[in-house]
């Protein structure tokens, strides 16, 4: 399983939200080449950055730190938050990005979305399945759907998709575990799947469990920040 560490970006600085509600908001590091250096350090290899002003903004805007971190680490980047429109993508793959995850354009966008797999393939597209009881959330989790997560990875799933970011956002930024039912349903649905999951990681008993689940990988954002997981550890665990 693939430890995979996060840095939310508001503003050009590292940051947590909880729920990803922007109004509760914790400022951790300004300096975000510095976190991802230290991840770097640690023996990790992979990131996971997200652009919150960009989901807001419905378009890319920390593309700079993007372009920092990929120029001055040798991390493999995952870049999410923002990415809707063919010039975003351009521009995210020319900064560095390894990778780019997509929400939002895949529920507003299909067409546009399912261009992306076919130009870039699904070893470079990730689809982004975030969801609030079961139900896909958007731009930046602001805005609920009707489309049930399940039915909504499926789809995508057939038409090229490998690799999926699923956030249960009930559970996000609280450290009160993830959502292990959301990712055995989705194991159970979509078995040929890389799935990574994100949200609620409190400590190193939950990356067991999930690394006990056979998932391609986790993302772990405010456990490392408040210090319940230590990056020694999570060095020990990635593989």
């Known amino acids: 399983m693939h430890i995979i560490p996060a840095i939310d970006l508001i503003e050009g600085k590292c940051v947590r939200l909880t729920q990803g509600d922007y109004g509760q908001k914790k400022i951790y590091n300004e300096k975000p080449l510095e976190v991802a250096k230290q991840f770097e350090d640690a023996g990790l290899t992979r990131l996971h950055l997200v652009d919150l002003d960009g989901a807001k903004a419905k378009k890319v805007v920390n593309w700079k730190v993007l372009e920092t971190i990929a120029s001055k680490t040798s991390l493999h980047v ?10 975003d993508l351009r521009v995210v793959f020319e900064c560095g990005a390894k990778q780019v995850t997509g929400g939002s354009v895949a529920v507003k966008q299909p067409d546009v979305f399912e261009s992306w797999l076919k130009e870039y393939g699904g070893e470079k597209i990730i689809l982004g ?4 009881n079961e139900k896909i959330a958007v731009s930046g989790w602001e805005e609920g759907t009707n489309l049930w997560v399940y039915d909504f990875v499926e789809k995508y799933q057939e038409k ?6 699923s956030t249960d956002v009930a559970k996000d930024g ?14 159970d ?15 190193m008993n939950d990356l067991y469990k999930l690394a006990e689940m056979n998932l391609y990988g986790v993302i772990v954002g405010k456990a490392i920040y ?7 550890d999570l060095r020990k665990l990635n593989f």
Do not use: M, T, W
Not at 129 to 132: F, R, S
Not at 189 to 203: E, F, K, M, Q, T
């Open 78 to 87: 995952d870049f999410g938050g923002g990415v809707q429109s063919d010039d």
């Open 129 to 132: 399945a975030d969801a609030k």
């Open 160 to 165: 090229g998709v490998r690799y999926i970011i």
């Open 174 to 187: 609280l450290l009160q575990g993830p959502s292990f039912d959301l990712y055995r349903n989705l194991q």
């Open 189 to 203: 649905r979509c078995p040929d799947l890389h799935i990574i999951a994100s949200g609620g990681v409190s400590n």
């Open 226 to 232: 408040e210090g319940r997981v230590i990056l020694e």
